[in-house]
């Protein structure tokens, strides 16, 4: 019995050294990161600043690939597939794993085959009108629209998107119906938003800036479950209207059966990256907040969010395109 215990006790420590040298040496070659849209967009510059500081910290390269399409279902497969051994990294937005899902069938699946690392970033969402729109707050956008149950139409980025999600999601909770005109990306919403052939859209705040500095579009609030700490004074939808709210988040992950040591490595050196003040201000001049989170704080978000926006789509008859 003794012996038999001692030779227990070598396989454990075995196991434990082997897992303390893994840590000790990871990461030993270049790591790609994979951005499932074009470059340029939230996702694209929160990837790209990430990648830079572990690259330096690490030295040890950390690329940024971006491989978009099938509604970022594209890229997030790719790493899915991947080996399970620390150096393929997807950064995702909520969609992929909160709303995806509930429109169609999946290449994967968001609960078993992805380890998720950490929440990184959220990308605030504003709720803007066309000038044309006599509201300039949420009470008045919404009598507005019961009034006119004809002359109000929101744009999106496509069937499912967050923009439309949102939107939809006012439409039940005020008991109006602004009519839903998807595009394919944000970019074409912005600009007939400004020509005035959209009246209303709730979309990113670092896309639409730049034209309510303007004063081509008018700010009505935020959309998120809090103010933005650039716009202190601009209330959220929610205190309007209670329980919309529309928080955008990112993060990264790997595919499923990372040894657990490479997920805390990982994740510890994230966070680290996110806090350095020069992170931050580089993100929060962009429209964007860093935020990072533990692995099972991020779990735990996937998982209301699903519950929440598969509600959501269910009520508002929501298909994929």
Not at 106 to 118: A, H, R
Not at 153 to 177: C, D, K, R, V
Request: hydrophobic share 45%; proline share 7%; aromatic share 6%.
């Amino acid at each position: 019995m003794t012996r038999y215990l001692f030779i227990i006790g070598m396989c454990i420590a075995q196991v434990l050294a082997v897992n303390a040298q893994a840590q000790n040496t990871y990461p030993s070659r270049a790591i790609k990161f994979i951005v499932p849209i074009t470059p340029g967009g939230s996702n694209d510059v929160v990837a790209r600043v990430i990648a830079q500081k572990l690259s330096e910290q690490w030295n040890q390269s950390v690329t940024v690939d971006n491989r978009p399409g099938a509604g970022m279902n594209l890229g997030a497969d790719l790493v899915a597939k991947s080996p399970a051994d620390g150096y393929t990294w997807l950064l995702g937005a909520n969609n992929i794993f909160v709303t995806n899902p509930h429109m169609g069938k999946m290449p994967f699946d968001v609960f078993k085959d992805f380890t998720p690392i950490s929440q990184v970033a959220l990308v605030p969402f504003v709720l803007v009108v066309h000038p044309s729109v006599p509201a300039k707050n949420v009470t008045e956008l919404v009598a507005y629209a019961k009034a006119n149950p004809d002359k109000l139409n929101f744009g999106s980025s496509g069937n499912g998107s967050p923009q439309q999600l949102a939107t939809e999601m006012l439409n039940h909770a005020a008991g109006i119906q602004m009519q839903h005109v998807p595009y394919k990306g944000a970019l074409p919403v912005i600009t007939d938003l400004i020509g005035g052939r959209l009246q209303v859209f709730i979309g990113a705040v670092n896309s639409l800036l730049p034209h309510i500095k303007d004063g081509k579009l008018r700010l009505i609030a935020s959309a998120g479950g809090k103010r933005i700490s650039s716009f202190p004074d601009l209330p959220t939808i929610a205190e309007t209207i209670p329980g919309v709210e529309l928080d955008v988040w990112l993060g990264v992950f790997m595919p499923a059966g990372v040894p657990k040591d490479i997920i805390n490595k990982v994740n510890g050196d994230i966070v680290r990256v996110l806090q350095l003040p020069e992170v931050k201000a580089n993100l929060n001049g962009q429209g964007i907040e860093a935020a990072p989170s533990s692995p099972e704080a991020l779990t735990n978000t996937i998982k209301e969010d699903y519950a929440r926006w598969g509600k959501v789509i269910k009520e508002a008859n929501i298909k994929a395109d």
